[in-house]
C-alpha cells in the first residue's frame, strides 16, 4: 500500500502520539512524498540528535567539572552523602546512554523516579550538612542531573 500524504502531515505526526505517527511507525507502508518533505524530516531529526549529543557532551564536562573540584579540594574529604549523590548522577547519565542506542519508554520513566529520588537526597543531605564548601559540588551535579532529565523530551520525539 502506498500513501501519499502531505509533508506538514508528516512532521506533525513526529511531534505528536497520534494515530498518523502510529502510521508512519508501521513497516508494512511506504510513504510516496516529494524529496523536500524527507529532507524536512531528517531536519527534525538531526536538530533532536544534535540537541541530545551536544547535551550528554555537557553532562560528561559536568561531571568532569565536578571531579577537577574535587581534585582542588586537597584538604578538604568529601562526605560520603556527596558521593552517593555524584554516583546517583553518573548511574542516571548511564541509563540515558543506554537508552539513546536502546530505547525503551519505560526506562523513560525510571530517569524520572530517579529524579524525585535525586532531589529529595538534595534537600536531605542540605538539612543535615552546614557544609557550604559541598554547595558548589550540589550545584555542578545537581545541573548534570537536570540536563539528563530535560534530554528526556528530545530523545522520545527522536526514537518515537
Known amino acids: ?17 497520534s494515530s498518523s505517527r502510529k502510521t508512519i511507525k508501521n513497516v508494512d507502508y511506504a510513504f510516496i512524498t ?8 531528517n531536519k527534525y531529526k538531526t536538530v533532536l540528535i544534535y540537541t541530545i549529543v551536544e547535551g550528554l557532551e ?20 568529601i562526605s560520603q552523602n556527596l558521593k552517593e ?4 548522577v553518573r548511574d542516571n547519565f548511564d541509563i540515558f546512554y543506554v537508552l539513546f542506542y536502546n530505547f525503551k519508554l519505560e526506562k523513560i520513566e525510571d530517569i524520572e523516579t530517579n529524579r524525585v529520588k535525586f532531589k529529595e537526597s538534595i534537600r536531605n ?3 543535615k550538612t552546614g557544609g557550604y564548601q559541598e554547595i ?25
Open 1 to 17: 500500500m502506498n500513501l501519499v500524504v502531505d509533508t506538514n502531515r508528516v512532521i506533525a505526526a513526529l511531534l505528536k502520539d
Open 34 to 41: 516529494p524529496d523536500f518533505s524527507l529532507e524536512e524530516i
Open 58 to 77: 555537557k553532562i560528561g564536562d559536568m561531571l568532569r567539572d565536578f571531579c577537577k573540584f574535587i581534585l582542588q579540594k586537597k584538604k578538604y574529604r
Open 85 to 88: 549523590i555524584y554516583k546517583s
Open 125 to 127: 543531605y542540605l538539612k
Open 136 to 160: 558548589e559540588g550540589l550545584i555542578i551535579l545537581n545541573a548534570a542531573y537536570e540536563l539528563i532529565y530535560d534530554l528526556t523530551g528530545p530523545l522520545i520525539a527522536f526514537r518515537s
